[in-house]
């Protein structure tokens, strides 16, 4: 367990991310409208939506890969926008990793590594743990796409991060590694990381969030905890709670 | 440092690159069989620069915009961590730009070190030679940049490239030809060497061949162009032009760079 406490001594403030009236257009689609959001501290917060909501634009704007058009977004107690360094805090997994092909996973592991700077020992276990230590020495491209996955994974797990961004992390990965996966964010969120799941797969946010963020066309549509969206709906299947609050939205 | 681990990377992926080996290995085995069938000489060295006026442009901004649509991705992951965008940016390019560079200097100098070092009369249109390509490729590989900035769709991008390549390498010709024609009339010495400016090929084309010694037979625009590029104005103005060429779509892409979303 101790292997997963973030690098930082962690002042925890009771939000992580905060976010006010966050809006991106791109050219005249409106993406995300007016977005509020606050996720707390050692929590694990699912972001979910259906396709086109705004959830992987959401997370680029945590990451400032998106400058926001119109309101303000504090990660780990900085603004977005004010430098890279507040990043040092985040771990990030993005949906489709797509790494140098002609790079073997190690050269990869160590170019993020020099990259941060973190003096951080090698994490075997990690590596271990997806079933990655025989192919890293592999280059990247006869690596099959569960496997570029796991790598993805255990990038975003490495340097410990106080916060921990997933888009669709369990997707193209076998029940092995999902499930690894899934043990390795509950020992974080354990551990007082923040983690913020975007995610379709609704019984693996059943499994795992505390909290829930749903989005309905680039608006926030509910946000509490998971036993709150239960209350709410009156219903205690997540997928019927998520149906009704689209199913009254639309009417 | 960041500029420099990311050009490092990128330059050990680069390096391990089917498609810039069999680029290079091209090249090279092109510059051994001119120089070996055609005898040596001026006319090989005047062949290899066809060559590389157009072979060199096509692949350094085709190759570059493929590898950049490629790279997208990861650039995503580069930008989540701890660094700034310029140097990101920085260490992108120049880790493009430079193995292509270095590359073709390689294939194209190599042949000639061994099969006509001896002849000093080759010096320098092989140094033009050399000079030009290596140019032309930081000019089209920085053009691919900018280009992958610009366009988010990979085929419309790809599209872009390969039409500003045979825009600069024969449209722009064919509108020299065709003001020439037009006006052919009146003095066009001044105006041609203007136009001649504005497109990094043309004057690479005319750099070598003002070295080659064949201005005599372009007539009296030949000694105009002669005469300028032959002087320490026509050189400043026509390295001037290049360095734009370079130093100008960079910018630009740096620019966009920083501030575009990923």
Not at chain 1, 32 to 57: M, Q, Y
Not at chain 1, 62 to 88: F, I, M, S
Not at chain 2, 173 to 191: C, K, N, R, W
């Amino acid at each position: 367990m101790t292997d997963l406490a973030p690098l930082q001594a962690i002042p925890l403030p009771c939000a992580v991310i905060e976010g006010s009236g966050i809006g991106k257009r791109y050219g005249r689609v409106p993406v995300l409208r007016g977005i509020d959001l606050s996720v707390r501290a050692g929590r694990v917060t699912a972001v979910l939506g259906p396709n086109g909501a705004g959830k992987s634009t959401l997370v680029r704007v945590l990451l400032g890969l998106v400058r926001p058009d119109e309101g303000t977004v504090t990660v780990a107690g900085a603004p977005v926008g004010d430098g890279p360094a507040y990043r040092a805090a985040i771990g990030y997994m993005p949906q489709q990793p797509h790494f140098p092909e002609n790079l073997t996973g190690r050269e990869v592991v160590r170019l993020l590594r020099e990259l941060r700077g973190q003096p951080i020992p090698e994490d075997d276990a990690l590596f271990q743990a997806f079933g990655l230590t025989t192919e890293l020495d592999k280059p990247v491209r006869v690596l099959s796409g569960g496997t570029k996955q796991k790598l993805n994974a255990a990038l975003a797990f490495m340097f410990r991060p106080r916060i921990l961004l997933l888009d669709e992390p369990t997707a193209g990965l076998d029940p092995v590694a999902s499930g690894v996966l899934k043990a390795r964010i509950l020992e974080a969120r354990q551990a007082g990381v923040s983690v913020l799941l975007v995610s379709h797969v609704l019984s693996e946010v059943e499994d795992l969030a505390d909290d829930v963020l749903l989005l309905l066309d680039g608006q926030v549509e509910f946000q509490g905890s998971l036993r709150g969206l239960r209350e709410l709906t009156g219903e205690t299947r997540l997928e019927q709670a998520v149906a009704h609050l689209m199913r009254r939205r639309a009417s | 440092m960041t500029s420099m681990t990311v050009f490092r990377y990128e330059l050990q992926d680069l390096r391990r690159s089917r498609w810039l080996l069999g680029y290079l290995l091209c090249l090279f085995l092109l510059t051994e069989a001119l120089l070996r069938f055609s005898g040596g000489g001026p006319r090989a060295v005047l062949s290899l620069m066809n060559v590389v006026l157009g072979v060199v442009p096509l692949v350094s901004i085709v190759f570059g915009t493929m590898y950049l649509y490629g790279s997208r991705s990861f650039i995503q992951l580069l930008l989540a961590q701890p660094v700034g965008r310029g140097e990101l940016f920085a260490g992108l390019y120049a880790g493009l730009a430079l193995p292509l560079a270095v590359g073709f200097l390689l294939a194209v100098g190599l042949p000639f070190l061994w099969d006509g070092g001896g002849d000093g009369a080759l010096a320098g249109p092989l140094a033009m030679v050399l000079d030009a390509g290596t140019l032309l490729t930081l000019v089209f590989t920085a053009l691919a940049v900018l280009v992958s900035l610009l366009v988010n769709d990979r085929a419309k991008g790809l599209g872009l490239a390969i039409l500003i390549w045979v825009v600069v390498t024969a449209l722009y010709d064919a509108l020299i030809v065709l003001v020439a024609t037009t006006f052919s009339d009146y003095p066009l010495e001044l105006p041609l060497l203007g136009l001649t400016l504005l497109n990094p090929i043309d004057i690479a084309r005319v750099s070598m061949l003002l070295r080659l010694d064949t201005a005599a037979l372009m007539g009296y625009t030949g000694a105009v162009f002669e005469r300028f590029f032959g002087s320490f104005v026509g050189i400043g103005v026509s390295a001037g032009a290049v360095l734009l060429w370079w130093v100008g779509p960079l910018a630009v892409a740096q620019r966009r760079f920083c501030r575009k979303d990923f």
